[in-house]
């Protein structure tokens, strides 16, 4: 059964830093791109970011250019996201999701929430 | 910026069929942007339903189908049943690995 479960989420004030993780079981990790997704409170969904699985390809979205980094450690199963300067529009349930075929995701985990408020 | 719009909300009958857009606001949405479709439910976490246009998960309920219509990526639910209500948002690839969702339609079974 795959399983994907995020954490490190909380509550940070602007500028500050939070390094999520989302912890893989039930597939073989390395053979997926995997995904951060995040959704603000009330609103819809917003894709945020990309790796392969090889980690050696990463991609993002404008809005998070240069202040998050995905990564992931395939000998731990495990996808980080760290994300610097964060601002009060970062605040959303975030999602780690397993890539499937090209362009989609098939699993979700439950999320993990971050809130950036001063 | 690129902005994918759905209807922000329909209502279908317990029965009934539904059939919710996708478009783009680069032109028609074809088989190269990968539509996918994906259901919410309120306090849950996305579910996938369709991928690459028309291919359905192994969870997929058969009544869920994909398409193209009109330029527009398509999810046509046939014989809606009241577990359908929920919002649906469809995620559009536009090279570069760029993904965009949609903003969503709440989907209504009244």
């Known amino acids: 059964e795959v399983q994907l479960v995020e954490s490190g989420g909380g509550v940070v004030q602007p500028g500050g830093s939070l390094r999520l993780s989302c912890a893989a079981s039930?597939?073989?990790?390395?053979?997926?791109?995997m995904h951060w997704v995040r959704q603000a409170p009330g609103k819809g969904l917003e894709w945020v970011s990309l790796i392969s699985g090889d980690g050696g390809s990463t991609y993002y979205a404008d809005s998070v250019k240069g202040r998050f980094t995905i990564s992931r450690d395939n000998s731990k199963n495990s996808l980080y996201l760290q994300m610097n300067s964060l601002r009060t529009e970062d605040t959303a349930l975030y999602y780690c999701?397993?890539?499937?075929?090209?362009?989609?995701?098939?699993?979700w985990g439950q999320g993990t929430l971050v809130t950036v408020s001063s | 910026q690129t902005v994918v719009t759905q209807e922000p909300s329909l209502t279908v009958s317990p029965g009934g069929t539904v059939t919710l857009t996708c478009a783009s606001s680069?032109?028609?949405?074809?088989?190269?942007?990968?539509p996918n479709w994906f259901q919410q439910k309120p306090g849950q976490a996305p579910r996938a339903l369709i991928y690459s246009t028309s291919n359905k998960h192994s969870w997929t309920p058969a009544r869920f189908s994909g398409s193209l219509l009109g330029g527009k990526a398509a999810l046509t639910l046939s014989g809606v049943q009241p577990e359908d209500e929920a919002e649906y948002y469809c995620?559009?690839?536009?090279?570069?690995?760029?993904?965009?969702f949609g903003g969503g339609t709440k989907l209504t079974v009244l």
């Open positions: 680069t032109g028609a949405v074809t088989s190269g942007y990968y």
């Open positions: 999701a397993k890539g499937y075929s090209y362009g989609s995701f098939d699993y």
């Open positions: 995620l559009l690839y536009y090279g570069g690995a760029q993904l965009v």
């Open positions: 039930g597939f073989t990790f390395d053979d997926y791109a």
